[in-house]
């Protein structure tokens, strides 16, 4: 097995790139970091390109089919791939799968307008995983859904549904054409409590950024939009725990 002690190492240089959007791009590939997120990664199916990992992951029994692309590193090189204080030393590169929206749509889609904090948007996938809605659409201005930080944040549930890249307003309007209703999330004269709606077996909803809310244009052309009342003195509830409490309404949870 080939080992790698030096962070300088042209491999290694070439791996740390993909944790920036222009070289996942250009590469088709993106880099995982952690142990869980390597575990999701091959329970899915999907095959590594290359595993990099230290003396600590090397016998692991799931790795023991994808010998082949394990590289040992030393305990520097894992520090200088990950972004986290103390990296757990062990990395895949993976191959960033071409996801696109299907021209019949159907089923029940979380949309995501302009959500900045990587924490947000990675807590945002892995709530809709949880609560069974079936694809998740970054629209303009939301963080790359394969930057470092969001991709801790899904905490593998990038590999539990479709994540699809794409303009909203597009996409809104083939949910319509599909009489699939979309919702949007903002307190508004014309907005009604969440509670108001049933549960459905498809719709869309809409997030907005996280201190500007939905685009205009959106809340315009969604069939309702949706608030959740506030009891409290709090001004607001964050983006991820409102839409949260409206997915899990929305699907009968």
Not at 49 to 54: E, G, L
Not at 79 to 98: E, H
């Amino acid at each position: 097995m080939e080992y790698i002690e030096s962070p300088k190492n042209d491999h290694i240089k070439q791996a740390k790139k993909l944790t920036t959007k222009k070289y996942q791009k250009q590469t088709g590939e993106y880099l995982l970091d952690g142990w869980h997120l390597v575990q999701e990664a091959l329970a899915s199916g999907q095959t590594p390109k290359r595993i990099y990992a230290t003396e600590k992951f090397i016998n692991e029994r799931d790795l023991k089919p994808f010998y082949d692309q394990v590289t040992e590193i030393s305990p520097e090189v894992a520090k200088s791939l990950s972004d986290t204080p103390t990296p757990q030393g062990i990395f895949a590169i993976m191959p960033l799968r071409a996801q696109k929206l299907p021209n019949k749509l159907s089923g029940q889609f979380l949309l995501l307008d302009g959500i900045q904090d990587p924490g947000n948007v990675g807590t945002l996938v892995r709530t809709a995983d949880a609560a069974g809605v079936q694809t998740v659409v970054f629209g303009n201005g939301t963080a790359d859904a394969f930057g470092p930080k969001v991709l801790r944040a899904m905490q593998g549930s990038q590999f539990h549904l479709n994540i699809v890249t794409a303009k909203l307003a597009d996409v809104v309007k083939g949910l319509q054409a599909a009489d699939i209703p979309v919702f949007g999330t903002e307190l508004n004269p014309d907005a009604v409590p969440y509670q108001s709606v049933d549960a459905q077996t498809q719709f869309g909803l809409i997030v907005g950024n996280e201190g500007n809310g939905m685009q205009q244009a959106l809340l315009e052309a969604t069939d309702a939009n949706l608030y959740i009342p506030i009891k409290g003195e709090a001004e607001s509830l964050n983006v991820a725990i409102a839409a949260a409490v409206v997915m899990f309404h929305l699907v009968g949870a």
